[in-house]
């Protein structure tokens, strides 16, 4: 049985299960955090250490700014209700993505982070303003600022994930079978599941399944 330490999510289908259902793209969204609460709680039960979870990239500012609210608005809304659930459930927040949203929302999300940066049951990445090929961008040019050598060890200890290992599970929802810049460098080895479900209506016997699936996978790295 293959161990199991990371999982990371590209949740997509939002918009077209908010269409479907309610005829708007925002109670896509509104229903996807459901969605969130279950996995997370999943997550903490099947023992997994770290959860990256993509819900806003570098490309997703060229969306109408009436949608983009409406997202940093249910952000803003479920870190107020929710943070003190969060450090509760013993889980470390920390945001993946350049953190430069408004004064507020930067202040809620740092606080966020503070709070929570001693828990240990699980760490969740959320991935916010995330790309992965600014992150690979960046990391080049610490390593090089510091005078360090260019080598897998250095690009990987000066990306935004330092310190966890790289996912073994990649889930995309959606239907949908691209990586839409997302952790580039660190899924080199990963395995991945593209599933036909929309993120809102992925649920925990859909994760289970996949990490069932995933736990027999013959994994070679290169190896026979
Ligand atoms: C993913 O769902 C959530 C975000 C990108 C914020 P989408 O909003 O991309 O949903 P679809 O792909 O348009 O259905
Ligand atoms: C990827 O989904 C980003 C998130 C899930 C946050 P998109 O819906 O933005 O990806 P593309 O544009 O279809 O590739
Ligand atoms: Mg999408």
């Given at each position: 049985m293959n161990p199991l330490n990371h999982v990371a999510i590209i949740m997509d289908g939002n918009g077209r299960w908010g269409l479907k259902?309610?005829?708007?793209?925002n109670a896509g969204h509104k229903a996807g955090l459901k969605t969130v609460e279950k996995i997370i709680k999943q997550t903490i039960k099947q023992n997994i250490k770290y959860l990256t979870l993509?819900?806003?990239?570098?490309?997703?500012?060229?969306?109408p700014k009436k949608e983009i609210n409406y997202l940093f608005n249910i952000l803003k809304n479920f870190l107020t209700n929710k943070i003190g659930d969060i450090y509760n459930q013993d889980i470390k927040l920390k945001i993946i993505g350049k953190k430069n949203f408004s004064k507020e929302l930067n202040k809620l999300l740092k606080f966020s982070e503070k709070k929570t940066s001693?828990?240990?049951s699980l760490q969740i990445n959320l991935a916010l303003n995330y790309g992965s090929r600014s992150e690979i961008i960046n990391a080049i040019k610490l390593i090089t600022k510091n005078k360090e050598k260019i080598n897998k060890k250095n690009i990987s200890k000066y990306?935004?994930?330092?310190n966890i290992p790289d996912p073994e599970i990649l889930i995309r929802t959606g239907n949908t079978k691209r990586l839409?810049?997302?952790?580039l460098w660190q899924v080199a080895y990963t395995e991945i599941f593209f599933e036909k479900k929309l993120w809102p209506d992925f649920n925990e016997k859909d994760y289970i399944k996949i990490i069932k699936k995933f736990k027999k996978i013959k994994r070679n790295f290169g190896k026979i």
């Amino acid at each position: 049985m293959n161990p199991l330490n990371h999982v990371a999510i590209i949740m997509d289908g939002n918009g077209r299960w908010g269409l479907k259902n309610a005829k708007s793209r925002n109670a896509g969204h509104k229903a996807g955090l459901k969605t969130v609460e279950k996995i997370i709680k999943q997550t903490i039960k099947q023992n997994i250490k770290y959860l990256t979870l993509y819900a806003f990239s570098t490309e997703n500012w060229k969306r109408p700014k009436k949608e983009i609210n409406y997202l940093f608005n249910i952000l803003k809304n479920f870190l107020t209700n929710k943070i003190g659930d969060i450090y509760n459930q013993d889980i470390k927040l920390k945001i993946i993505g350049k953190k430069n949203f408004s004064k507020e929302l930067n202040k809620l999300l740092k606080f966020s982070e503070k709070k929570t940066s001693k828990n240990k049951s699980l760490q969740i990445n959320l991935a916010l303003n995330y790309g992965s090929r600014s992150e690979i961008i960046n990391a080049i040019k610490l390593i090089t600022k510091n005078k360090e050598k260019i080598n897998k060890k250095n690009i990987s200890k000066y990306l935004q994930t330092r310190n966890i290992p790289d996912p073994e599970i990649l889930i995309r929802t959606g239907n949908t079978k691209r990586l839409s810049n997302f952790l580039l460098w660190q899924v080199a080895y990963t395995e991945i599941f593209f599933e036909k479900k929309l993120w809102p209506d992925f649920n925990e016997k859909d994760y289970i399944k996949i990490i069932k699936k995933f736990k027999k996978i013959k994994r070679n790295f290169g190896k026979i």
